[in-house]
T-cell receptor, first 113, second 111 residues
Framework: DVKVTQSSRYLVKRTGEKVFLECVQD?????MFWYRQDPGLGLRLIYF???????EKGDIPEGYSVSREKKERFSLILESASTNQTSMYLC????????????FGPGTRLTVL | LAKTTQPISMDSYEGQEVNITCSHN???????ITWYQQFPSQGPRFIIQ???TKVTNEVASLFIPADRKSSTLSLPRVSLSDTAVYYC????????????FGTGTQLKVEL
């Protein structure tokens, strides 16, 4: 089975802190994605990556950056956390562009105080 | 990206067949239709994907009419464990694999 793991299930940070959310997949997938999920808004795509060192903006990239130094790892960075970034963050991976089947991690519930 | 519209919520009872319909009037020629399931405190899980006509797997069927402007996810004989949020998505698999999740349909199954 494909496994996507995220570094923390719950995280509490203060406004202005730099936050790193890590995601690792073990199936050699090319594509990786970061979403946030908020009540009433569904899942919204923040950034995605097709390959090492490659990144593309999703629908809501403002306030976030990403890093993909290794194929299996995709990091989401909040340079200066704000309270409106309190959310559930979900990482996903996918074999290649021909398929819409994405495998999701368990999510990180981030609270910014 | 094609916008999708699906009911906010549905209720059913154990053992019944549940059909969730999604409309996607501006679906593009290259778009596929994909459904995901999400339980509380978990990430979404892929259920089924199709392009046209009917697709069936071990958990669901997907019906797509000829004009592809809508699709119906069919769950046979639901159980309490099928209570979840179901998302309908359309997307071009070769064009960046960028999928848009809407707000989904909350299915509640009761005894």
């Amino acid at each position: 089975d494909v496994k996507v793991t995220q570094s923390s299930r719950y995280l509490v940070k203060r406004t202005g802190e730099k936050v790193f959310l890590e995601c690792v997949q073990d199936m050699d997938h090319e594509n990786m994605f970061w979403y946030r999920q908020d009540p009433g808004l569904g899942l919204r795509l923040i950034y995605f990556s097709y390959d090492v060192k490659m990144k593309e903006k999703g629908d809501i990239p403002e306030g976030y950056s990403v890093s993909r130094e290794k194929k299996e790892r995709f990091s989401l960075i909040l340079e200066s956390a704000s309270t409106n970034q309190t959310s559930m963050y979900l990482c996903a991976s996918n074999r290649d562009r021909r398929y819409n089947e994405q495998f999701f991690g368990p999510g990180t519930r981030l609270t910014v105080l | 990206l094609a916008k999708t519209t699906q009911p906010i919520s549905m209720d059913s009872y154990e053992g019944q067949e549940v059909n969730i319909t999604c409309s996607h009037n501006n679906i593009a020629t290259n778009d596929y239709i994909t459904w995901y399931q999400q339980f509380p405190s978990q990430g979404p899980r892929f259920i089924i994907q199709g392009y046209k006509t009917k697709v069936t797997n071990e958990v669901a069927s997907l019906f797509i009419p000829a004009d592809r402007k809508s699709s119906t996810l069919s769950l046979p004989r639901v159980s309490l464990s099928d209570t979840a949020v179901y998302y309908c998505l359309v997307g071009f698999t070769g064009g960046g694999n960028k999928l848009t999740f809407g707000t989904g349909t909350q299915l509640k199954v009761e005894l």
